[in-house]
């Protein structure tokens, strides 16, 4: 096993835009992951399950709702501290990150902003800890991109609600204690749902087969007559624009995450290249190998630049849903072509798990894919821009 030595880059002092909290919170983070996370995540990674020893203590560093009030537990961080939390973790990991997205923008802020005070009192707390863990059902196995056609549904029965049917692609469903669930009322109205474990008919079979983001556990939500008491119904938001609005949060947190990933990939191709000697002299001199490292940091650069910026606007509550798809498609597909590159630079040695390139290379597949594949969100700029919808 080598010894984790990232440094972070920052070419452009991005660092002197930050405060010193923004630097505590990042520098804490990549301390406690190089110490408890990086020892232990190419194993985790080959056994396919998230390390659920690892919970407590992302709790601890403020991974669970960074942004979320101290009345409610979270550690009331601001959102460009949120965004470097995520870019920590996924520099580690994109399950890492997965876990703490989910958690933090899927279920603690819907219950935030769409849930009642006794919702809050009740979950937001224990979410914070890691003492309960959520998940979030939006995806159906015939809607993923098209999530407002969901045939998930529930009927009032007077003192509960029934629900039936099934969601799947869900990050955390195996071990989750709670899950946010997006379903449609009798009126075809879609409301969020918080169903527990333990519920008659709530179960949750892990997915197997994975070759991305294998150290998070995925599942499905299959509800059979499932009884959700009244008071479990998320009460002041409803319509496909509630999950969404959730989706805004978690998509900002990938764009900082995605720059962690391709950091991680540049960091090790850079170190390796001053190391590697070839024809008698270190493989950084020759000139193909300085193109794709002048390539990846310029390409990381506008990323941290661009997203900075989201993060000015996010904590001034003028970020639009358009500027963050434009962030997180970016982002993503910036670092999969530097895994890629990264991957080449390494030669036989990027293929096998003494360096993390191949598991960042495979974990990006599914974050080009999740949260809105990489076509969903050049339809949404597209929109964004033109008026016109291309979706439908
Ligand atoms: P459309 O008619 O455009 O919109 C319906 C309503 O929603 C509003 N809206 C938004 N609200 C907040 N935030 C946004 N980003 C919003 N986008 C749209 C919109 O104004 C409208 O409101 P109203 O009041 O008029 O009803 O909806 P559409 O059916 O045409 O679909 C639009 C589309 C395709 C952009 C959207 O459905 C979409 O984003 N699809 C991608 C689905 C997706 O991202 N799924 C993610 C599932 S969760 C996940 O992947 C977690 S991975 C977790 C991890 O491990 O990190
Ligand atoms: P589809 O929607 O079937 O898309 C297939 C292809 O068609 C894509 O290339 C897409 O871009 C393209 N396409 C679709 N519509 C259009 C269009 N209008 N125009 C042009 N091209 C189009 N979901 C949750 O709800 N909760 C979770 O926690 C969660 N975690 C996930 C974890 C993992 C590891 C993965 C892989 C997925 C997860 N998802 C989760 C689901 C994820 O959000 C969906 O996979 C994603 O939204 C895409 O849906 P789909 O897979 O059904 O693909």
């Known amino acids: 096993m080598r010894t984790d030595q990232y440094t972070g880059h920052d070419y452009y002092n991005m660092d002197d835009l930050l405060t010193d909290e923004h630097k ?30 690892l919970i407590p203590g992302l709790g601890e560093i403020g991974a669970f709702g960074p942004y979320i009030p101290e009345q409610y537990g979270g550690p009331g961080l601001d959102q460009i501290s949120y965004g470097l939390l995520m870019q920590e973790l996924e520099r580690c990991d994109s399950g890492l990150r997965s876990t703490s997205s989910v958690q933090s923008s899927l279920v603690m802020y819907p219950i935030w902003k769409y849930g009642n005070e006794e919702q809050r009192m009740k979950y937001l707390p224990k979410l914070a800890t890691g003492e309960f863990v959520g998940c979030f059902g939006l995806t159906e196995p015939d809607h993923g991109s098209d999530p407002g056609g969901m045939t998930t549904n529930f009927k009032d029965k007077g003192d509960h609600y029934l629900l039936n049917g099934a969601k799947m692609w869900i990050s955390n469903s195996p071990f989750a204690d709670i899950a946010v669930v997006w379903a449609k009322n009798e009126a075809g109205r879609i409301h969020g749902l918080i169903v527990e474990r333990g519920m008659e008919g709530f179960t949750t079979p892990t997915t197997h087969g994975k070759w991305s983001l294998r150290a998070s556990d995925t599942g499905e939500l299959v509800f059979d007559n499932v009884k959700v008491p009244k008071a479990n119904l998320l009460p002041n938001k409803s319509g496909l624009g509630a999950p969404l609005g959730c989706l805004d949060s978690a998509r900002y947190g ?49 990323a941290q630049m661009l997203t900075l910026r989201l993060g000015q606007l996010k904590n ?48 990006l597949e599914s974050v080009i894919t999740y949260e809105g594949t990489h076509d969903i969100h050049l339809l949404i700029t597209g929109l964004d821009i033109t008026g016109e919808n291309a979706f439908k």
Not at 271 to 292: D, H, T, V, W
Not at 331 to 352: F, L, P, S, W, Y
């Open 254 to 302: 990938i764009a900082w995450g995605a720059i962690g990933a391709a950091l991680d990939c540049y960091d090790s191709a850079l170190r390796y290249s001053k190391e590697r000697i070839q024809f008698g002299r270190p493989i950084a001199g020759f000139q193909l190998q300085q193109k794709k490292l002048a390539e990846m940091i310029t390409e990381i650069t506008k």
């Open 24 to 53: 505590l919170v990042r520098d804490s983070a990549r301390a406690w992951i190089k110490k408890e996370v990086s020892p232990i995540i190419e194993d985790a990674f080959e056994k396919g399950s998230f390390p659920k020893h």
């Open 316 to 363: 001034e509550d003028k970020a639009t849903s358009g500027q963050i798809s434009m962030a997180k498609r970016n982002n993503v597909d910036m670092a999969i072509k530097i895994a890629r590159e990264a991957r080449q630079m390494h030669g036989g040695m990027g293929i096998t798990n003494e360096y993390p390139i191949m598991r960042h290379m495979m974990n």
